[in-house]
């Protein structure tokens, strides 16, 4: 009998039961993989994210494992370049998730939780209407009062108890990423042109994250050669595509249009979602992560505290929907309209401007904040008077 059991030992199932076994839970998380092990990826820890390892312990050793850091980057919109620091001096990092995972996995279990790797969930137990624990393919059994799902977007907990689906939108993007070696990348840079948007980030053994997006709408053709279609579009952006090309490519090319945009309920009787089991968004912001350890944090302490699943929900929502709005709008991967455009040039003019914008990407300036009428007036007045 365990106090929480957990399904999904990834970073929003792993970050769950570590915080959960700190406070003196009796935690099981289970996944079906073996860790260390690979999986689709955005890759880029946002700097909330980042200073929330920071917080419990954990920064040290993903630098450890060789993880680069980053405290600038350069947003490329339409040719208006943002480029400068995050606020409050936040650092951005891109690690490979067979060393994230990992570092989160063993630090569950030196937090004292039971972590079963290789472990393949068949259902859910109930008593009445309430969740009460988890059966395996294996039929064995697992017994907890509370059960959370961070088991990703296709999560099976999800599915069992049927969670309302509060807002979706279409797959919008095919996306391609791959690891490079032999470029020159400090620090991290994005684009975004009509129809596609590329990123490069560096990650760990030295080597360059290279991604490339455009419109679902054309995985046909994309799929048919996806890293000549990555490198065509790398070719229109600055000197990003040159760097590449003499660059040298060390891995397979990853290729998915699975990029859902799903809002879930994220309570019931006796079950929690975390992570993307219960709100999933394109990868062209990079909130994965960061998103999944702020759902750590949250469900861990309305757990512990004995907070309420509408509380969870209520403050899930408040910081997570208008990022994820944000999102969605990115991913049309249409040109900036007229205003949008223009305040983009204003907001590239200051620095103070550019990192409240760089923090609005990094979880640190709520976007509502940035939003705000009276400081999109406070920065294009700022750009009249030069």
């Not at 969740?131 to 509370?146: K, Y």
């Not at 990650?203 to 279609?229: C, I, K, Q, S």
């Not at 040298?248 to 009787?269: F, K, M, S, Y």
Request: glycine share 12%; net charge positive; aromatic share 6%.
């Amino acid at each position: 009998m365990y106090d929480v059991i957990v399904v999904g030992a990834r970073p929003a199932g792993a970050a769950t039961a570590m915080l959960l076994a700190r406070r003196g839970l009796r935690v099981l998380a289970v996944d079906r993989a073996r860790f260390p092990s690979d999986t689709l990826s955005t890759h880029q820890i946002q700097p909330a994210g980042v200073a929330r390892l920071q917080r419990w312990g954990l920064l040290d050793t993903l630098l450890a494992a060789g993880t680069p850091v980053t405290d600038r980057v350069r947003f490329d919109v339409g040719g208006t370049v943002l480029a400068g620091r995050f606020p409050a001096r936040g650092l951005l990092c891109s690690p490979r998730r067979t060393v994230l995972d990992k570092v989160l996995v063993d630090a569950a279990r030196e937090a004292g939780a039971d972590v079963v790797e290789g472990f393949h969930v068949g259902g859910l137990i109930r008593d009445g209407d309430r969740v009460a624990g988890i059966r395996g393919r294996d039929g064995t059994e697992h017994r907890a009062p509370v059960v959370v799902g961070a088991d990703g977007k296709h999560s099976l907990v999800a599915k069992e108890v049927a969670a309302p689906v509060l807002r979706e939108v279409g797959p919008r993007t095919v996306a391609s990423y791959s690891y490079w070696e032999g470029l020159d990348q400090p620090v991290g840079e994005l684009y975004h042109r009509p129809g596609r948007a590329v990123a490069a980030f560096p990650t760990n053994d030295g080597l360059t994250m290279v991604y490339a997006a455009a419109p679902g709408t054309e995985f046909g053709t994309w799929r048919t050669d996806p890293e000549r279609h990555l490198l065509d579009t790398v070719d229109g952006f600055g000197d990003l595509g040159k760097r590449v090309r003499d660059g040298r490519r060390v891995e397979r090319l990853r290729t998915t249009v699975d990029l859902p945009n799903v809002v879930r309920r994220a309570h019931g009787p006796g079950w929690f979602l975390a992570g993307d089991a219960g709100l999933v968004m394109d990868p062209v912001t990079a909130q994965g992560i960061g998103n999944a350890l702020a759902d750590a944090e949250l469900v861990a302490s309305t757990i512990a505290d004995g907070g309420t699943g509408e509380e969870y929900q209520r403050i899930r929502d408040e910081t997570r929907l208008p990022i994820f709005d944000l999102t969605t709008g990115l991913a049309a991967l249409r040109p900036p309209g007229r205003f949008d455009a223009l305040f983009l040039r204003a907001v590239a003019r200051r620095q103070d401007s550019v990192e409240q914008f760089l923090g609005v990407f990094a979880g640190t300036v709520p976007v509502r904040t940035f939003r705000r009428p009276s400081n999109v007036a406070r920065i294009l007045v700022q750009r009249a008077r030069g």
